[in-house]
């Protein structure tokens, strides 16, 4: 397909949500909450239910923050996050990466959280984010690195489950070990070795209310969500091979405590700056 026409893999069930809205500036981007400054006019691309857009709102009282998605349906969501929070400093609107509405050195921030994996041309989308983004600025981008997730106890279906998954993705134009990509992305895209901090971090779903809360996301986003829909559509699985999958998950979040079971899934990050 070309390249900016992937597509995005998980789709906004109710499953996919419930994980978005989970995320925090604290949780998905403490990285870079330390160099905001008050007065920063941010581009939060990829801004889904706009959680994290509405806390880098808050970080920067006397400035500005546009989120911006794909997905026009997701940013009524958005914006009622933001409007429930009383931020007047925050809009909303529609974009794609790959040819952002907005002129040269228009923000001093622009960042993307989990954006890169799902589209056609990351490399562009980074030339894009560079050229939106003010002279002295900072280009922010995390990603996930699906073949880093790691669980115990194992459970042989979710090694099925990854492995299909990652199928899925590539197939719709995405790459889902994107986080130890963007390092070599934001090379090619022009950005120097000088220019770039890369750094990494993991969330860790080990007691059982965080067990069953994730397993309980996954499993039903393996078969009533648009990932599940594109894998059948795709001939990547049938829905029966999906139910088992569904199946494995919960039970990987209902396995007893013995060895301290736990899921963890690993973001690295870029950060690149530039003068």
Known sequence: MPKDAAVYTHGHHESVLRSHTWRTAANSAAYLTGHLRPHMRILDIGCGPGTITADLA?????????GVDAADSVLERARSV??????ANVSFAVADVHALDYPDDS???????????????????????????????????????????TWYPSVP??????????????????EPDAGRRLRSWALEAGFTDIDITSTASAWCYATEDERAWWSGLWADRTVASSYA??????????????????????????APTVGSPSCTVRSSAASEQFN
């Open 229 to 254: 829909r594109r894998a059948v559509d795709g001939g990547h699985a049938t829905e029966e091979e999906l139910r088992s999958i569904a199946e494995a998950w919960r039970a990987w979040g209902e």
């Open 58 to 66: 808050e970080l920067v009282p006397q400035g500005q923050v546009t």
């Open 107 to 149: 923000f001093c921030v622009v960042h993307a959280h989990q954006v890169l994996q799902h589209v056609g041309d990351p490399v562009g989308a980074l030339r894009e984010m560079r050229r939106v983004c003010a002279p002295g600025g900072i280009v922010a981008v995390r990603d996930s690195d699906y073949a880093a997730m």
């Open 82 to 87: 933001a409007e429930e929070r009383g931020l």
């Open 157 to 174: 279906g979710l090694d099925g489950w990854l492995d299909l998954y990652r199928r899925v993705a590539r197939a719709n134009g995405g």
